[in-house]
């Protein structure tokens, strides 16, 4: 390996497919440091419902970016983005190699390849689409998006409110479609990503996710939910495995369909993720009980 050359290997895949696991490995292997790019594992008070690394697992090697932060601040991928690298800037002043983990597409993204850059809107306007979306449905709103900016209606996950509000904030605030934002000045990155994608046959997945969700009830995601019942209209609380469990505390559903619920969103979620990393053509994808021997030698082979 040319030590000018630095690689972040970011392990991709859907939920409860063994990142975790994988990362541990090949931290240990490269006797390096990991860094998560998992969205919800950020928050220190969501720690059952979000399967985030166990305190074994944490022991085994140093983890960034794992319950840094409280559900009360507001955080978002431009802030993660810059603590990230700036991360990354330090350990590899030590380090050739540092292992980035997460399902979370977009956070990934924001590390490997830099952020699109978006004009400053006015907040009254994010204000207003969520007075919108409370009074006339997310429908209403991604029919708006349909016509100020088809690309963006077809692109972005387009059941996810947040998406649907921040891609009609920036139409809305610059007169101009989200989408011709996309791809435009983007930061270089001094070091190489090489991604490692783990996947299984979509029923495995399914039978994982399933199973998963099981287990976090057994290890109490009910008290944890019920614990931050107050909180719930806090952005980081709008997410599976919490909301379902609210709709039951509120007397809506019973906790059989709450816990069907977790596992059917937590299902639809992998899909979604899958759609998202099969975008990058050059990851290079492993069934998920692959040797981690036969990992490290193809790694091996991309290093100059």
Known sequence: MNSKTKYLISIVGPTAIGKTSLSIK???HYNTEILSADSRQFFKEMQI???????EELSQAKHHFIHNRSIEEDYNVGSFEKEAIATLDTLFKTHDVVI???GSGLYVDAVTKGLDYF???????????NLELVKNGLEALQLQLKKLDIEAYNTIAIDNPKRVIRA???????????SSFLNKDKNKRNFKTITIGLTAERETIYNRINKRVDIMIAEGQLEEAKSLIDKQHLNALNTVG????????KGEWTLDFAIAEMKKNSRRFAKRQLTWFKRNENTLWFDYKTNVTEILTTLESKFE
Not at 168 to 178: A, D, T, V
């Open 49 to 55: 419902g979000t399967a985030a690394p166990t305190l």
């Open 168 to 178: 009609l904030e920036i139409c809305i605030g610059s007169g101009k479609p989200y």
């Open 26 to 28: 090949l931290a240990q």
């Open 242 to 249: 919490y909301k379902e469990l609210f709709n039951y505390f």
């Open 100 to 102: 980035m983990v997460g």
């Open 119 to 129: 004009p400053e809107v006015d907040k009254s306007i994010r204000e207003r689409l």
